[in-house]
């Protein structure tokens, strides 16, 4: 996940990437693509996205289930929490009635202290509460949802962890989303064609990841000018406007 890459690589990706449309497997369904809370997996790679439920999160509907919380929007967790905690948190990605898509969080962040895997800082909001991570060298996923009482699969999903690129040194984890800013969703594009392939959009939303990671508002800018049909307008309204603003703080939260 760190990007160390020099921008003018990331540019050029961007630029060829259309010439391997034709080819490439990755595509967008005929059918309606449905958005549930288990739908975000950390492990999914952009040629394939995944379908099947990964997170420990299940309706809280469900009578079979024994030993649940409820943390609200109809989501519960298993009782007690990842490692010793005993509470569990949930970032939960999602929208209403196919509207833009946000990201909560729901129960509470608890920090229990740095463990061998997670070991790195923590940033405090203007409340005092807990808002972000720093990824220290040999940090896992895993070892990081424990420490904070969070289920680590939506911190991944959130923050854009691609299964086949981890987490790294130097790599900032946001752990408590503003319910307010749209969720990027790096996999599909807005109104994309059915049958039209993925692969290019996914390169973009990773190119201006690379800008934004580099404070380089020029590469973005000139990214943006090819990414933004493919955002809903809701998102791309919020982009361009910081953009403008050169508001970097509030592009990195968008595109970690």
Not at 54 to 75: H, K, M, N, Y
């Amino acid at each position: 996940m760190k990007r160390s890459t020099k921008i003018t690589t990331a540019v050029v990706v961007v630029a060829v990437a259309g010439l391997f449309a034709a080819a490439a497997p990755a595509v967008v369904s005929a059918a309606p693509a449905v958005f549930g809370v288990a739908s975000w997996a950390s492990e999914r790679f952009a040629a394939e996205p995944s379908t099947a439920p990964t997170s420990r999160a299940v309706i809280a509907e469900d009578p079979a289930q024994e030993s649940l919380v409820s943390l609200g929007d109809g989501i519960s967790v298993p009782a007690g929490g990842p490692g010793d905690c005993t509470t569990n948190a949930f970032i939960n990605v999602g929208s209403d009635d196919g509207e833009t898509m946000h990201a909560k969080l729901l129960g509470e962040l608890v920090d229990m202290g740095e463990s061998e895997l997670a070991s790195g800082p923590v940033t405090l909001d203007a409340d005092g509460e807990i808002f972000s991570y720093d990824v220290e060298a040999g940090d896992s996923l895993i070892a990081i949802g424990e420490r904070f009482c969070v289920d680590y699969v939506t911190v991944g999903s959130f923050n854009h962890v691609r299964g086949f690129e981890p987490i790294a040194p130097g790599d900032v984890l946001y752990l408590r989303p503003d319910p307010t800013l749209p969720f990027v969703d790096i996999y599909s594009p807005y109104n994309a064609e059915p049958g039209s392939s993925t692969i290019p959009y996914y390169d973009g939303v990773a190119a201006f990841s690379t800008a934004v990671a580099t404070a380089d508002l020029g590469a973005a800018r000139f990214l943006w000018q090819r990414l933004e049909k493919d955002m809903p307008p809701e998102t791309a309204a919020v982009i361009t406007r910081a953009l403008s603003d050169e508001d970097l703080s509030l592009l990195r939260r968008m595109f970690p």
